[in-house]
């Protein structure tokens, strides 16, 4: 049962740190990031700011609740045959996650919190490559390499590529005004982007996720395997 509130009178209705994580996440979902503020988290539960400030102390101390709510319901990725397959499920698992909510990536970006579903999330992740044989300091390293690229890389996708898009064009509008400026760029000066200019406007956010993300653990690969062999 609910603890009275102090202030008393009953003449709102009480909130829990609950009640203001749900109130945050519809606001970021309607309005985005640059919405959540206390006061806009009070108005949307009809109360006074002050109320939101006995249970989370800043706008920061929130976020940081939140930026471990926006993986809840991430699923947990079962092991495939290879550790680096395993990897790029997880990695392609989180991507499509944080692209799916909006401005998830964007919480998630910087904050080493550790709520809940982080810490799930980051235990499943540690242990495949504790299971390779990697060592503490590379764990950790490309575990925290991957967590960038895949965030990163969320918050590129679900950002308007330009001002037509975020003025209400479709992206492949934007996508096909940037390969015609592209196209008619003088060959001369410019004959890499004319050359390229199909494949640099080709391809959705999630084949160019995939090639980074190959590239990626290729690399994590390569250093992890190299090391252990020079210390051989």
């Known amino acids: ?17 609950e009640s203001i994580v749900e109130a945050s996440m519809r606001l970021l979902e309607r309005d985005g990031l640059e919405a ?19 249970h989370f ?4 101390a929130l976020i940081d609740r939140l930026a471990d709510e926006v993986l809840e319901g991430l699923p947990q990725v079962p092991a495939a045959p ?9 990695a392609l698992a989180l991507f499509r996650h944080l692209a799916s ?15 809940p579903n982080t810490l799930r999330w980051m235990e499943a992740g540690l242990s495949v490559f504790r299971g390779a044989g990697f060592s503490p300091e590379a764990a950790a390293f490309a575990s925290h390499a991957l967590h960038v690229y895949a965030v990163g ?3 590129f996708a679900t950002t308007p590529l ?21 196209e008619s760029l003088p060959a001369n000066t410019f004959p890499n982007i004319v050359a390229l200019s199909a494949p640099l406007t080709e391809g959705g956010p999630e084949a160019r996720f995939l ?22």
């Open 1 to 17: 049962m609910p603890l009275a509130n102090p202030r008393g009178a009953g003449r709102k209705a009480l909130i829990s740190q």
């Open 36 to 54: 959540l503020t206390i006061r806009n988290v009070a108005a949307e539960l009809g109360v006074k700011s002050a109320s939101l400030y006995w």
């Open 57 to 60: 102390t800043s706008k920061e």
């Open 82 to 90: 290879t550790w680096r397959e395993t990897l790029r499920l997880r």
């Open 101 to 115: 909510r909006r401005d998830a990536a964007r919480l998630r970006a910087g904050r080493l919190v550790t709520g």
């Open 153 to 155: 890389s969320a918050i």
């Open 162 to 182: 330009s001002a037509l898009e975020a003025e209400g064009g479709a992206a492949s509008e934007a996508l096909a005004a940037a390969r015609h400026t592209f």
């Open 211 to 232: 090639y980074g993300l190959d590239a990626l653990i290729d690399g994590i690969a390569r250093s992890s395997l190299g090391k252990r062999e020079a210390s051989a």
